[in-house]
C-alpha cells in the first residue's frame, strides 16, 4: 500500500546525512486546515475536497486537517504529529466564516499552548477564511447568483 501523496516522510537524524545517502528530507513547512468539527462524519467532506484541490495546485505541498472539537485529529494531535516528523513551519489556516468565540479565544489558546510545547516551532496562525475579502465576494456572488436563479 503506497502512502497518501502527501505524506511526510520520516526525517533522518541530520539533513546532511540524509543529502548524503540521497534521501530527500521530510518537508520543512506544513499548512494545516483547521476546522470545527461534527459528530457527523460526513461534515468533513468539504474539507477533504480543499484539500484535494490546493493539492491539485501544488502537489509537493505538505497539507493537513485538523479540528477544533468532536473530530480527530485535533490541531494539538496534527501538530504534534507534523513536529515529531522534522516540519519546523506550521502555517494554520481556520476555516471558520465568522469571528465567533472559537476564533476569538478557542483557536488562540490551542495555538499558545502549541507554542508552549514546541517553542522551536514557527506557528503561523492565519485570519480566519471568513475575514478574507475574496471569500466575502465569493459569498456575495453565490447569493446574487441565486437571486437571479430562476
Given at each position: 500500500?503506497?502512502?497518501?501523496?502527501?505524506?511526510?516522510?520520516?526525517?533522518?537524524?541530520?539533513?546532511?546525512?540524509?543529502?548524503?545517502?540521497?534521501?530527500?528530507?521530510?518537508?520543512?513547512?506544513?499548512?494545516?486546515?483547521?476546522?470545527?468539527?461534527?459528530?457527523?462524519?460526513?461534515?468533513?467532506?468539504?474539507?477533504?475536497?480543499?484539500?484535494?484541490?490546493?493539492?491539485?495546485?501544488?502537489?509537493?505541498?505538505?497539507?493537513?486537517?485538523?479540528?477544533?472539537?468532536?473530530?480527530?485529529?485535533?490541531l494539538l494531535?496534527?501538530?504534534?504529529?507534523?513536529?515529531?516528523?522534522?516540519?519546523?513551519?506550521?502555517?494554520?489556516?481556520?476555516?471558520?466564516?465568522?469571528?465567533?468565540?472559537?476564533?476569538?479565544?478557542?483557536v488562540?489558546?490551542?495555538?499558545?499552548?502549541?507554542?508552549?510545547?514546541?517553542?522551536?516551532?514557527?506557528?503561523?496562525?492565519?485570519?480566519?477564511?471568513?475575514?478574507?475579502?475574496?471569500?466575502?465576494?465569493?459569498?456575495?456572488?453565490?447569493?446574487?447568483?441565486?437571486?437571479?436563479?430562476?
Amino acid at each position: 500500500m503506497n502512502p497518501p501523496r502527501n505524506a511526510i516522510p520520516k526525517e533522518p537524524p541530520c539533513a546532511r546525512a540524509a543529502v548524503e545517502h540521497g534521501a530527500q528530507p521530510a518537508p520543512r513547512a506544513a499548512l494545516v486546515f483547521l476546522a470545527h468539527g461534527s459528530r457527523d462524519p460526513l461534515w468533513s467532506g468539504f474539507l477533504d475536497a480543499v484539500i484535494e484541490r490546493a493539492l491539485a495546485q501544488n502537489s509537493e505541498a505538505c497539507i493537513r486537517k485538523a479540528f477544533l472539537e468532536s473530530m480527530a485529529p485535533s490541531l494539538l494531535d496534527e501538530v504534534d504529529a507534523l513536529t515529531a516528523q522534522g516540519v519546523c513551519r506550521v502555517v494554520i489556516v481556520p476555516l471558520f466564516l465568522g469571528s465567533g468565540r472559537h476564533v476569538r479565544e478557542d483557536v488562540p489558546a490551542v495555538v499558545a499552548a502549541l507554542r508552549a510545547r514546541h517553542p522551536s516551532l514557527e506557528i503561523d496562525l492565519r485570519a480566519s477564511a471568513g475575514e478574507d475579502p475574496a471569500v466575502l465576494d465569493l459569498l456575495a456572488r453565490l447569493g446574487l447568483e441565486a437571486l437571479g436563479a430562476r
